[in-house]
């Protein structure tokens, strides 16, 4: 399936590259949601899910746009190396969160559900249980100072899943993230307060271990 898929998208890549080559560049643009608003009720509520993507996703993405367009137009280096601040945070803005959406299913559909597999098998091998793997990734996501991303990585130096977590918008890229926790207030706020533990741990019930395992697949192939 995901030969299929990166088979599928190939010409629109290629395409990609014909109007980068002509002096021209593709917006970025929000992605639409896989489910409604309220699909992750109650554990995320819907006035939640409309001001995080509609509202939050969308003031990253109209800022990398501002700030590529802005690098294109630059005509020095010190001018370059003054966006990258912009660029680094807009843009793992927009990875971040498209990679959180897809994180994410509704309870009454894939959410929450990790069935046997090689997912479930890494996880028990490298943290002794599923709940264990929870617990840790809880934890130090719990602990950010501030706003930051707590992930589920595979570390393909080591063939192992691990724990990490990043500040703000970083992204994750000295692991294959698996499954992102956004800890930004935003996130939780309006429905948790400031009570951290309780939203890490509503969070597990729309958790889409089936895209993860996805991922999993295909870091190792």
């Not at 021209?24 to 489910?35: F, Q």
């Not at 966006?83 to 498209?98: C, E, V, W």
């Not at 602990?143 to 080591?158: H, P, R, V």
């Not at 994750?172 to 890490?200: C, M, R, T």
Request: charged share 20%; net charge neutral.
């Amino acid at each position: 399936m995901l030969s299929a898929i990166r088979t599928a998208v190939r010409p629109t890549t290629l395409l990609a590259r014909n109007v980068a080559s002509m002096g021209m560049r593709s917006k970025h643009t929000l992605p639409d949601l896989p489910y409604a608003y309220n699909a992750l009720e109650p554990y995320i509520c819907e006035e939640i899910m409309k001001l995080h993507h509609s509202k939050h996703h969308q003031t990253y993405v109209n800022g990398l746009n501002a700030a590529e367009e802005a690098y294109a137009s630059a005509s020095t280096p010190k001018e370059r190396i003054a966006l990258q601040p912009a660029l680094k945070f807009n843009g793992g803005g927009h990875i971040n969160h498209t990679l959180f959406w897809k994180n994410l299913a509704p309870a009454s559909a894939e959410g929450g559900k990790l069935a046997d597999g090689p997912l479930k098998q890494a996880i028990e091998r490298d943290f002794g249980s599923v709940e264990a793997m929870k617990k840790e990734l809880n934890t130090k996501t719990a602990a950010i100072q501030g706003s930051g991303w707590g992930w589920l990585g595979y570390n393909k130096s080591t063939g192992k899943l691990e724990v990490v977590t990043t500040a703000n918008q970083d992204p994750l890229i000295s692991h294959v993230p698996l499954i992102g926790i956004d800890i930004w207030e935003h996130a939780f706020y309006l429905q948790y307060k400031n009570v951290k533990p309780d939203y890490l741990n509503a969070i597990w019930n729309v958790i889409n271990f089936k895209e993860a395992e996805a991922r999993f697949l295909e870091a190792q192939s």
